[in-house]
């Protein structure tokens, strides 16, 4: 039966060849532009080089303290003395990745300015993430402990700092006046990763801020990774149980409010959730009704061509009634036909977005970034398809099995 | 005539309905998108308000400051010493990190009589009005005798003093925050501090005193115009000998400028684009669909052109038709669009609203004009033989 509807299908394509071009580009670019919003959002939140733990990893972006008497409230990243006395020692993390977040600096070679971005790192921060180098190796405990004034570059800076082909291990480049010893060279990380985008990490024991300071908040974030995925509530849970024993508190505040968070969950919290809300559910639902919104306009459209050709085939569908067939096979047979024929529309709009997608890749308009048509991206695309073609089959669908035999007949 | 149009299209309402809904969400879509471009072009026509050409910033963080005020100003002041010193630097000056493009805010709350305002507050020193090159509208910028004033003196922009005092004279007026009077003696031009294409907001600028350059971490420095590229990286290792221990950044103005402005500009590309292809969707199936419509009327075609209609009527008469199908759409989407002057959603003013329905109004007006020509055509050159021989 659905072979018969496809060769159906088919033979209508090539009827009116301009109805035709009008759905498929309808179909087509609807779903392009549906398809690379997809996969620039998973770009942004599936993990990806070097970031590819962030499934068992939850993260700690910042502190909220409040002086519940008074009204004010102080949100920021925490301090290293807060990562490192309160939790390191929890129980379930594996390792814990120490960083500052990135703040600009200068540096010069011939009279040329190269912008810099500088991360200070502990040790496990390069455990956790799993960054490819090109030369050398990360820096560890032991320059840590001496408080050597060494660096891990990224690519670029030292493409821009020494030239292309040749070594950067062992050199020395200069940023605010000091001489750093380059021990590694990574690949470019895009700055759509902003907890571990840099051009440049430095140990956390040569930060010029002082991380001896026993404050709470100051200018470190923590990446807390589970040995596997399942541990992860565990971690959650042990370290909202943590939260309440963490004193005392900066001067002038009673209440401290901070959440072990999954990676999407950090922004979603600060954008549209709370302290109890994460704003997940929140963020997902207002970007399916965008996309419904934004489908709404071609799917009138797609509703109103497929009632022209319907009527169309008016004398079909009235034969097709005086032998018998019932108004549901009808609807069934025209939606089904209706989704095949999305999904042409479809197939053609993979090929597009393919094509947009390496457009924006080697265009480099997101530096560093690159999007990919994953498995992810082809599964949301498919139930797109699948959306709109039920949405705007169902109508004339049920217009068509309406008609009267007679009159269906009369009409030709 | 007019009645039996209407006549015409209520027979077929039910295929009616579908394009007059289509026409509606074309119509707020456009609305939409005309409302942001309306909105980005007013912003844009406004002066600039100042002068950041050859103006950079120094970002320094982490500094270790000495601990007593008297100290913190020799320090600071040896920082402007040294910049001026150097050939190419015209002025310095001390500023808090809400400085024009950056992406820092500062926001506080003003009360006059009881009302309230939000209101920027830039920390600035004396010589920042003639270091950005400002425009005073009335009374007069800081001068060096304002310091040890009492009540604080304050400058405010023209937005701040618009939102507060109206047409009203604002100079010598007492504002209240925090308790603290600030007594206004000058209005100074707007600066376009977010970019070309944004609103400046309300602000007011406030003298900075010895407490503030403890927390200072912003220095704006004039350069001459034709400062080559090694002067930029002297002037790095000079803040460097200076600013002990510090993490240092200089950036350029223009280039703050450009990155907000491409800030602003990226998502209005990225909308156009979009809607662009939503209408060229919309019109090639609305233009379809008319098509399609008259090969269906045929037989009534031909019998009106028998009985003495000749093919420019036919044609004027679909193209009618077409054009009431979209005042129907029109009105219902104007009755929404309207609502948002009236309601103020998205604090823009009323007039770019209304300018925006205007101008969607007629593009929707010649969308289906240009596509009901073509079918109008092919419909006029029926031949009323032809078509009711086919009855």
Redo the contacts between chains.
Sequence with gaps: MLKNYFIIAIAVLKRRK??T??SL??IS??LT?LMVVTAFINHVISPDYPEINRSKSLYVAFLRQENTKEGWANQSPGSYYYFDHYVNKMKTPDKVAISTLF????T?VN???I?VN?KYTNADYWKVLEYHFSEGKAFGEREIGNSEKVAVISEQTKEQYFGKDVNAVGKYIET??IQYRVVGVVQNVPMTMPYIYADMYLPYTV???GYQSTELTGNYIGILMAKSESDVPKMAQEYEALVPKVSPLNKGFDVLETQADPYLATFTRQMMGSNNDSGVASFVLIVSLLALL?M???T??????N??RI??RSSEIGVRKAFGASASTLVYQFIVENVIFTFIGGAIGVLLSYIAISTINSSNLIEHAQLKMDTNVLIISFFACLVFGLLSGVYPAW?MSKLHVVNALKAS | MLTHLFKLIWNKK??NF??I??MF??FL?IFAVFSMLVYKYNNYKVPVGFDFKDVWVV?Y??A?KPVDADSVALYMNNIRQSLKSLPGVVDVSFASGNVPFSFNTNNTELNNNGKKYRSNIFTVEANYASLFKNKMIEGRWYDKSDIPAKPFPIVINQTLKREIFGNENALGKTIIQDKEKLKIIGVVADMKDRGEYETPEAGYFNLADTGAYKWNSTILVRVQPDV???F??KL??TL??VIY??????EHFDDKEERKNKISLVPLIILVV?AG??I???A??LF??L???IS?RRGEIGLRRAIGASGNMIAKQLIAEALILSTLSLLLGSFFAIQFPLMNVFDMPSQVYYTAMLLAIIFIYLLVLVCALYPGKQAAAIMPAVALHED
């Design positions: 301009f109805f071009f009008i580009f309808g670019f609807t532009i703040a600009a600096s200068n010069y009279n040329k300015k912008l500088l605010d006046n930060s010029k801020a934004f709404l306009l071609p009138l459209n797609l509703i109103n061509i009632i022209s009527m169309e217009r | 039910k295929q579908l394009m809904t289509e969400v074309s879509v970002n963080n982490d270790i080559d590229a090694a930029e990286a790095f290792k460097n000998n221990n510090a993490n240092i950044e200089i979009v292809f939503l060229i969707n919309v090639l199936g379809g669909v098509w399609y419509n269906k």
